[in-house]
């Protein structure tokens, strides 16, 4: 499968992780997978919760890896606060910030400054109300209520 974004620090995160068979993994900012692909194969067997704020990547992760992983459509510190009410641990956890390619290079994402498009730094499109986020798109992000399918994985 084609990976639209290519993490400029896989070598160096995964070196630092040193993931190791049986390990788990929860990745906060898991994107279109880059970083999680490398880390599943090393890992095989151990559980992995890959959480991105956009539907597209989280919808990507899910074709990409199937059953091997737990996808999560929500922000980190959502799924962060969960799992810690749940009683989850890990062995390895990853926060990647930032923007993916996607994002910057298609305009109607809000990201590009190469192309026109509307200003929409929320990354995901249920958190949108055009209206409020034309007058102030920061305080629109952050007010935006959570999006319902954050729970369908329980
Ligand atoms: C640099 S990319 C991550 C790339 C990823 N590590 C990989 O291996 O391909 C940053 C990602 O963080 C996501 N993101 C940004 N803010 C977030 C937040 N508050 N909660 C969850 N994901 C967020 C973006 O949607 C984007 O997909």
Redo the contacts with the bound molecule.
């Keep these: 499968m084609n990976?639209p974004?290519?993490?400029v620090l896989?070598d160096a995160?995964l070196e630092l992780l040193d993931p190791k068979p049986g390990e788990s993994y929860f990745?906060?900012?898991?994107?279109?997978?880059?970083?999680?692909?490398s880390v599943l194969e090393r890992i095989g067997k151990g559980r992995a919760t890959l959480?991105?704020?956009?539907p597209d990547?989280s919808r990507h992760v899910k074709q990409r890896f199937g059953d091997r992983v737990r996808p999560i459509q929500?922000?980190?510190?959502?799924?962060t606060t969960d799992a810690l009410e749940a009683g989850e641990r890990y062995d390895m956890i990853?926060l990647?910030?930032?923007?993916?390619s996607p994002?910057l290079d298609r305009p109607e994402r809000g990201f590009s400054f190469r192309f026109d498009g509307p200003l929409d730094i929320c990354?995901?499109p249920a958190y949108q109300a055009a209206a409020r986020i034309r007058r102030d798109p920061v305080k629109s992000c952050r007010s935006a209520p959570r999006p319902q399918e954050h729970r369908w994985w329980r």
Excluded: E, F, I
């Excluded at 994107?31 to 999680?36: K, L, P």
């Excluded at 990647?96 to 993916?100: A, E, K, R, T």
């Design positions: 990976t974004h290519l993490p896989h995160v990745d906060g900012t898991a994107g279109y997978g880059g970083h999680a692909a959480v991105d704020r956009d990547a929500s922000d980190y510190v959502t799924a990853l990647d910030l930032g923007v993916s994002q990354r995901a």
